[in-house]
Every structure is written in C-alpha cells, then in structure tokens.
C-alpha cells in the first residue's frame, strides 16, 4: 500500500540554524500539506500546496517557513532561523483530492 | 474561528464493549469531518470520514453526525486492546479552495482486557 514517508525521523538543531523536512508523497496525490503538532497538543495546519503553489496557509506559516517542490517527487519545507518554540512533530501530509489526507510518520524537531 | 472540541479522557471501556467518542465543532461551515487514530509518538492513521447527516458504518467503526448539533461521534464496536489509542477528530471547512483540516486535542481511550 503506498504511503508517505518522511525523512529525517528525528532533527536536533541548534537556535538560528536552518532546517529542512523532506517528504514524498503518495505518488499520485496532487494536494499536499504540512501540520505540526507540539507535544502534548493538537496537530495544527500550517500549509497547503497544489498545482506548484501555496494554496492556503495559517498564522504559523510566517515568513520563516517556506515550501518547495524541487522536483516531481519530494515535498520540502523550511524553516529559515529556527526558534526554541519550533519544536515539535512534523507531519506531511498528502491527498489525490479534497477528502482523505494521509500522514506521513512524522519528522521530530528539537531547537536547543 | 473554527474550533474542534473533544473529551481529553481518559475513556476507558473493557474488552468486548462498545467505545463512543464525541466531537462538537464550531464553524457551521464545516464540510467534512475525519476521525483519525493516533498511537502514542506516531502519526494520525485515517480511520474514516463522513460529510453527510446520519451514520457511515465501516467494519466496527460507525461515524455520526448530526449538523444541527454540530456533533459528530464515533462508535467502536468489539473493543479490543489494539484500539487504545488517541482518536483525533477533525473538520474541513467547505470554502472553495480550502483544504485544511482543523483538529481537536483528541481523546485517549483505553481498552481494558
């Protein structure tokens, strides 16, 4: 059955530095997102891209998180100058239409 | 603002039983709504979604909802020990061009052998 997948599982990073979750979507889903979830709380949404371009995002997304799909297979976020609040669970997620998104196993982030 | 409310739990129920879950969200705009799984550390797993009023049966989950309450609920028939997990319930708004699934805190069930 295919599946998203993600890499890497677990990131430690220090404070500043730059940090880049990859993902590869189930190969013919056209939506894809990311969600967080910090420990203990709920999964939030952050962004979602379709057609080669953001097509929603929340108050999360600032100017610090950025998506990118380099090539026709990865899903890729960034986060430019990561702060000790970015720590969390990363899901991508990704959907062949509006309905059923699939998650990915997560990347866990640790800003120290 | 779009809210998804759940029970935090813990819900416990023993082996056998049937667990029910509940869900009230805010937004009358919501469309559809999802109950996924998730085990302690892992991912949501996508257990069903329903968009129409009534009931949508899927092997021991049945899903409910009701847009006039603004509930949506979750049965567990045949409990089993596997099933202890946290169930996340979640809506997507109808807005053209959103796809964002808004979540709750989820509820922590717990099956008894």
């Known amino acids: 059955e295919p599946e998203v997948t993600q890499t890497p599982s677990h990131q430690v990073t220090q404070m500043g530095q730059e940090v880049i979750l990859r993902c590869v979507p189930i190969s013919n889903h056209l939506y894809f997102y990311w969600y967080r979830q910090i420990l203990g709380q709920k999964v939030e949404f952050l962004v979602s891209f379709y057609n080669n371009e953001i097509s929603e995002k929340s108050e999360i997304f600032d100017d610090q998180f950025s998506v990118e799909r380099p090539d026709g297979s990865n899903f890729t976020l960034k986060i430019r100058s990561t702060k000790l609040e970015d720590s969390a669970m990363y899901f991508c997620a990704s959907s062949e239409g509006k309905e059923t998104q699939y998650f990915g196993p997560g990347t866990r982030l640790l800003v120290l | 603002q779009k809210e998804v409310e759940q029970n935090s739990g813990p819900l416990s129920v023993p082996e056998g039983a049937i667990a029910s879950l509940n869900c009230t969200y805010s937004?009358?705009?919501?469309?559809?709504f999802f109950w996924y799984r998730q085990y302690s550390g892992k991912s949501p797993e996508l257990i069903m979604f329903?968009?129409?009023?009534g009931d949508k049966e899927d092997g021991r989950f049945t899903a409910q909802l009701n847009k006039a309450s603004q509930y949506v609920s979750l049965l567990i028939r045949d409990s089993q020990p596997s099933d202890s997990a946290t169930y996340l319930c979640a809506s997507r708004y109808s807005g053209a061009g959103s796809y964002q699934l808004t979540f709750g805190k989820g509820t922590k069930l717990s099956v008894i052998p």
């Open positions: 937004d009358r705009g919501s469309q559809s």
């Open positions: 329903i968009y129409s009023n």
